[in-house]
């Protein structure tokens, strides 16, 4: 059974700050990495994918992935209230190399920015 | 920028009715899911669908479940004989290649 883990939270910074969200994964084949972020009662939008080890930035969002720690982490710079949203890490492949792409989610880190 | 599309955006139904959910994926994406999200938990993989067929599906989508692509744009979820505990937000995601996938923004089924 494949799992994500995330830290449910809530995570609360203050505007300005830098938040760090964390997520970790059981299976240790896991190819592609995600980060969604959704709203509440809205679908999740996707924020940034990483594919090998290391970071890779995207404005204020940077992901990093470490896949012998089988860790993947969001870091969102200059916090603002507008990011206060549920974060979701998930995964896509697996083993024998067969993937159409599933996506196993995590249970999402509530993130709460405050003014 | 192109996105998805889902309708009903809310559907309300009696137990043990049949319901049809309705996705009209990105026009040139090949990869076409179906999830759902009961409140307050994960986002659920329901099944993948690629080149007309279904490629992968959980143990969730069982024989009162079923997905046609009926023309060349929508993607459809039918679901025979509701049940209350399938009332959730139903997402519809598509992909150009079995990766990233786009959601489009849900349609909330209740089951009374």
């Known amino acids: 059974q494949k799992e994500v883990e995330q830290n449910s939270g809530p995570l609360s910074v203050p505007e300005g700050a830098i938040a760090s969200l964390n997520c970790t994964y059981s299976d240790r084949v896991s190819q592609s990495f995600f980060w969604y972020r959704q709203y509440s009662g809205k679908s999740p939008e996707l924020i940034m994918s990483i594919y090998s080890n290391g970071d890779k930035e995207d404005g204020r969002f940077t992901a990093q992935l470490n896949k012998a720690s089988q860790y993947v982490s969001l870091l969102i710079r200059d916090s603002q209230p507008s990011d206060s949203a549920t974060y979701l890490c998930?995964?896509?492949?697996?083993?024998?190399?067969?993937?159409?792409?599933?996506?196993?989610f995590g249970q999402g880190t509530i993130l709460t920015v405050h003014p | 920028e192109p996105e998805v599309t889902q309708t009903p955006s809310h559907q309300v139904t009696q137990m043990g009715q049949e319901v049809i959910l309705r996705c009209v994926p990105i026009s040139n994406h090949l990869y076409f899911y179906w999830y759902r999200q009961i409140l307050g938990q994960k986002v659920e993989f329901l099944v993948s669908f690629y080149n007309n067929e279904i490629s992968e599906k959980s143990e969730i989508f069982d024989d009162q479940f079923s997905v046609e692509r009926p023309d060349g744009s929508n993607f459809t979820l039918k679901i025979r004989s509701t049940k209350l505990e399938d009332s959730a937000m139903y997402f519809c995601?598509?992909?150009?290649?079995?990766?990233?996938?786009?959601f489009g923004p849900g349609t909330r089924l209740t089951v009374l």
């Open positions: 998930a995964t896509t492949g697996g083993a024998g190399g067969t993937s159409y792409g599933k996506l196993t």
């Open positions: 995601a598509s992909s150009p290649a079995s990766d990233t996938q786009y």
